[in-house]
């Protein structure tokens, strides 16, 4: 039966920290691959993506509403199959929201399966939003030629500074925020609304850092902060990476704190999904450089008009 304090689809209602444990529950017992299904995403991107949650049965149901995007839903969370509640949200945004693309965004593998070929819904691939995976033993170690690169830039960082890897702290905060500002002034970020969104993202993930369900670590330098990341686990075997930020000033930060991170945080994960690309070529390059195993594909789901 429905908990009744929770919005009954068709009523939504705005995403909120507290609504973590309701989420939590149905993101275990789905057991996502994809980088957007925790909690922690949906919640620090919510502002930009203007998210909002109800319960249909036994399914937890998300859609964005007229955000930078425009109206769309997350795949429906819950048992298979699913083919009835993906046609009745889609359905549910054409008619009542009037959106005239009824569409899911981001979409697995195993909705996609279970979609395909019904009448009136077509599927296509989005490729920039696959998700990189890697093997974390590959990210600790940085063996063979490959790395050959990486591993030189950390040999430069550890030549020129004297660093410390530290779990990331309330303490932390305030310079994890300057890190960020420097990096947004250097990338013009106030020019472009995908770095806006990010940067609010960055702000809320370290406002609530406490109470998420996640953990994270800095490279200080001389007792600063000049670099930090933060991830959690996104099923039994597999973390993924929310945010990773460092001085652009300073080279070799990012190969380091990636390595660091993954070999101090993440033991006894096979996997590190280090999400998507968003069609960036500079960050396809940085991503594809560091060797993913795999590649989680991500799907659009449209109803025909």
């Known amino acids: 039966m429905p908990d009744l304090n929770m919005p009954q689809f068709p009523m939504f209602v705005p995403l909120e920290l ?3 444990e ?40 998300i859609i964005s509403v007229e955000g930078e995007y425009g109206t769309f839903a997350i ?11 993906t046609r009745l949200v889609l ?28 009448n009136g819904i077509s599927v296509e691939p989005t490729r920039d939003h696959f998700d990189y995976v890697y093997l974390r033993d590959d990210l600790v170690k940085l063996g063979g030629n490959r790395y050959r690169s990486k591993r030189n830039h ?12 530290e779990q990331l702290a309330p303490d932390h905060i305030n310079d994890c925020i300057a890190v960020q500002e420097k990096w947004c002034l250097l990338r013009r970020c106030e ?39 933060i991830g959690q686990m996104l099923n039994e075997n597999t973390a993924v990476i929310h945010i990773e930020k460092a001085d652009p000033e300073i080279p070799g930060l990012y190969p380091v704190i990636n390595q660091q991170f993954c070999e101090n945080n993440w033991q006894g994960v096979r996997y590190i999904n280090r999400e998507q690309d968003l069609g960036i070529p500079g960050l396809r390059e940085a991503k594809l450089s560091y060797y993913p195993d795999h590649m989680v594909n991500k799907f659009r789901i449209t109803l025909n008009q």
């Open 154 to 165: 950390i040999n430069q960082l550890v030549r020129a500074y004297l660093y410390r890897y």
């Open 191 to 229: 020019d472009d609304m995908d770095l806006i969104g990010e940067w609010d993202a960055v702000k809320e993930i370290l406002r609530c850092y406490m109470n998420l369900n996640v953990q994270g670590a800095v490279i200080t330098i001389e007792n600063k902060v000049v670099a930090f990341t």
């Open 91 to 118: 359905e549910w945004m054409r008619d009542e929201k009037n959106v005239k693309n009824s569409r899911i965004e981001r979409a697995d593998n195993r909705i996609v399966e279970e979609v395909r070929g019904i």
């Open 18 to 20: 507290k609504d973590q």
């Open 22 to 61: 309701v989420f939590q529950t149905f993101f275990s017992a789905y057991r996502p691959e994809i980088s957007e299904l925790t909690f922690t995403n949906l919640f620090i991107w919510r502002s930009h993506y203007k998210f909002q949650w109800s319960i249909y049965r036994d399914w937890l149901v």
């Open 75 to 85: 795949e429906p969370i819950g048992p298979s199959p699913r083919y009835e509640i």
